[in-house]
């Protein structure tokens, strides 16, 4: 699985769009990008996935670059209940293993 | 609609005591893991399964056992317990159909003196 580099920690203002990067330069092409975050205590939470097209769902939206070595989560309006480590995590279409590393850390301040 | 229930949420083990943490989902789903996570850092894989009968280890598997002898139930035993085992752990599920979507359970904080 490709490797993936995230900042260790960001903040954010709350109301504020948060624009969270990720590294992923030896990305091959059949591998997703998927993000994942968890909060305090808990166990993570999915948030999104993509292949090369950029996604948005209720929580997040998710911009890749053509060349795919990179990508953006986008949380619009962070809230203080955005607090958490957040994960980008790369892996093969076919295969069931995540691979979790030490995410960013991401403060949304009042 | 329970998700993925873990017990229990909080263990103590000496040195060398054995034990089973308990982890079940009741959503049919074909895929379960489990996960340690050592303080400050991220999640590690240490066995998982991609239905039952079938099991295959992960990143950190020594230590540690599983089976699935049915799709609910993936209990993770710990033969001799070892300080090194001191984490908590996560169990997760999830469906064949959307496999990336990971449901996890709320851990089990575990320490071994």
């Known amino acids: 699985d490709a490797k993936t580099t995230q900042p260790p920690s960001m903040d954010c203002a709350e109301g504020r769009a948060a624009n969270l990067p990720c590294n992923h330069s030896t990305i091959s092409g059949n591998e997703y990008v998927y993000w994942y975050r968890q909060i305090h205590s808990q166990g993570p939470q999915y948030i999104i996935h993509g292949l090369k097209n950029n996604e948005t769902n209720e929580m997040a939206s998710l911009i890749i670059t053509e060349d795919r070595k990179s990508s953006t989560l986008i949380l619009p309006h962070a809230t203080l209940r955005d607090t958490a480590v957040y994960y980008c995590i790369v892996r093969g279409g076919n295969d069931y293993k995540l691979s979790f590393g030490a995410g960013t850390t991401v403060t949304v301040r009042a | 609609n329970a998700g993925v229930t873990q017990t229990p949420k909080f263990q103590v083990l000496k040195t060398g005591q054995s034990m089973t943490l308990q982890c079940a989902q009741d959503m049919n789903h074909e895929y379960m893991s489990w996960y340690r996570q050592d303080p400050g850092m991220g999640l590690r894989l240490i066995h998982y399964?991609?239905?039952?009968?079938?099991?295959d280890q992960g990143e950190v598997p020594n230590g540690y056992n599983v089976s699935r002898s049915t799709t609910e139930d993936f209990p993770l035993r710990l033969l001799s317990a070892a300080p090194s085992q001191t984490s908590v752990y996560f169990c997760?599920?999830?469906?064949?159909?959307?496999?990336?979507?990971?449901?996890f359970g709320s851990g089990t904080q575990l320490s071994v003196l």
């Open positions: 997760a599920s999830s469906p064949r159909e959307t496999r990336e979507k990971l449901f």
């Open positions: 399964s991609v239905g039952a009968g079938i099991t």
